[in-house]
């Protein structure tokens, strides 16, 4: 785990994984409809960038919030958002789906 700027938390996938399996956390992916039915990561929940509201921003009591894209660009940018609105961090899948797949993870694909 590492902090890039104030209040924003990086994850390896690894360890993004072991919290899944955990039941610690849900993945929110921020990508597009067609990228998500192109390929996602099993479990992952879909709030595209393109339809974010802080007001609507999931919660799952109990559980960790980390947010994922392709490369990990856009999810920083949202954690970023909610940051500003006062949410005191946010979580992110350091490399997105991009790293995920170069750690050998499994994803699904054409779903």
């Known amino acids: 785990m590492s902090f890039s700027e104030a209040g924003l938390i990086e994850l390896e996938p690894t360890q993004v994984k072991a919290?899944?399996?955990?039941?610690?956390?849900?993945?929110?992916d921020v990508r597009e409809d067609d990228e998500f039915a192109e390929e996602h990561i099993e479990g992952a929940v879909?709030?595209?960038?393109?339809?974010?509201?802080v007001e609507t921003w999931p919660s799952f009591p109990g559980r960790k919030v980390i947010i994922s894209c392709?490369?990990?660009?856009?999810?920083?940018?949202?954690?970023?958002?909610?940051?500003?609105?006062?949410q005191g961090w946010a979580v992110h899948l350091k490399g997105g789906l991009n790293a995920w797949r170069d750690c050998g993870l499994p994803t699904v694909a054409g779903a």
């Open 19 to 28: 919290l899944l399996d955990a039941g610690e956390a849900v993945l929110v």
């Open 46 to 53: 879909l709030v595209p960038m393109s339809d974010f509201e």
């Open 70 to 86: 392709l490369g990990g660009v856009r999810s920083a940018a949202v954690a970023r958002k909610l940051i500003a609105a006062g």
